[in-house]
């Protein structure tokens, strides 16, 4: 059964969450924490204050909530997405800052996996008298907090594949490059999508047939486009491709092997193209060391784009971990390319996060447990 408090700590621990969204791919490589302070002076509970961490990864949630809710913190209830953190880093421990602030109580949902923090945030607020209740809602905020875990836990990003679908399970046509299989609508949340990532990722073959610019096209959006990734051994990407036309504007990096096309690539380097020195593991680029290196430069989401055979990669190697599926109302048929995945074969392991309907087009999301 639950009380009048559990339902009161879910709502606000899901506005919580909702919140943090707002600088979601904004802070690397810091998590995006959400933090409401909420008090209740005998007319039922008010958020006072709120704060998300600052676009670039400081300050944190709870000193921007603190900062906001000003006097009004003493006695108030905290809730926080992630476990605040206890480290002197460049900031002063949240902890510290939510106990000298005054709350009463602090309601925490995920817990955080870093050393300098784990436990010792709670054990902080607790010993000095604050009421603590954890992992609230924890599996939300987790999947919120996904890249973040993800980096900190499996030292990689958290890659997300994405696909778009015809309704008999296609994702092109053979012989043709680009075609429309969802809509309009379904376009745009993709590239709402891609502004919550760190960088958008395509194998060479993609890349050459479909010539995309992989950028955030929407109003007032257009700044949030994430870097280009094509995995791209033999560096083979055309100078004169949308990518490489755009790398001044937008970070384009194509991950190289040693054996790859020392001409092209100098001339790709002068379009402003950067280059990851990665290995080749059968034919291909090593993906678990392209992903650890991905982490070490800061990233923690990568969207993987297409095509069938770069998804198919990531997916042999268990390297995915988010699958989401965009699907059309359209069948192509028997000369449809065949989607190395679909909503009735997930592999195992995951989990049916969402669903929702964009214009005409179905979309699922499944996640696997950090
Ligand atoms: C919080 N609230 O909003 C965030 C936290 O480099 P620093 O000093 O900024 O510390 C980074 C660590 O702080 C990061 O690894 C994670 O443990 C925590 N992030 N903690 O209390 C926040 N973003
Ligand atoms: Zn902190």
Redesign the pocket.
């Known amino acids: 059964m639950l009380t009048d408090q559990d339902r009161t700590d879910h709502r606000f621990m899901a506005a919580a969450i909702r919140f943090s969204r707002r600088h979601l791919g904004l802070?690397s490589t810091?998590?995006?924490?959400g933090t409401l302070i909420v008090r209740d002076d005998g007319n039922g509970p008010v958020i006072v204050g709120r704060g998300v961490?600052a676009i670039g990864?400081?300050p944190?949630?709870?000193a921007e909530a603190i900062a906001d809710a000003g006097e009004l913190t003493r006695g108030a209830t905290a809730y926080?997405t992630?476990e605040?953190?206890a480290?002197h880093?460049?900031?002063p421990p949240?902890a510290n800052a939510l106990v000298t602030a005054g709350v009463a109580r602090v309601v925490g949902a995920a817990s955080?996996p870093?050393p300098?923090?784990s436990g010792k945030?709670y054990a902080i607020l607790r010993s000095a008298g604050i009421e603590v209740r954890e992992q609230v809602l924890a599996a939300e905020a987790a999947d919120q907090l996904a890249g973040y875990l993800n980096r900190?836990v499996n030292k990689r990003p958290e890659v997300i594949l994405k696909l778009a679908l015809s309704a008999d399970g296609m994702i092109g046509r053979r012989g043709e490059g680009q075609i429309a299989i969802t809509g309009e609508i379904a376009r745009r949340q993709v590239h709402v999508m891609r502004t919550e990532t760190d960088a958008i990722l395509v194998g060479i073959g993609t890349a050459i047939a479909d010539d995309p610019e992989l950028t955030v096209r929407l109003p007032g959006l257009r700044g949030r486009s994430p870097a280009r990734i094509v995995l791209d051994r033999l560096a083979r990407l055309p100078a004169t491709s949308k990518l490489a036309r755009s790398a001044k504007d937008v970070p384009v990096l194509v991950a190289a092997c040693p054996e790859g096309d020392a001409a092209n690539r100098a001339e790709l380097e002068r379009a402003g193209v950067k280059f990851l020195a990665t290995e080749s593991f059968d034919g291909r680029v090593a993906l678990p060391e392209l992903l650890e290196d991905l982490a070490n430069r800061g990233m923690s989401r990568v969207f993987v784009e297409g095509g069938a055979d770069t998804a198919r990669a990531f997916l042999d190697e268990g390297l995915v971990d988010r699958i989401a599926l965009f699907y059309g109302p359209e069948a192509i048929g028997s000369d449809g390319i065949a989607a190395p995945i679909g909503r009735d074969h997930i592999p195992a392991g995951f989990a049916l996060v969402r669903e929702a309907r964009f214009g005409e087009d179905s979309y699922a999301e499944w996640m696997k447990e950090i």
Not at 30 to 33: D, F, G, K, L, S
């Open positions: 802070t810091n998590p995006a924490v961490t990864g400081r944190h949630a709870e926080v992630l605040p953190c480290h880093g460049r900031t949240c955080d870093d300098r923090v945030g900190s």
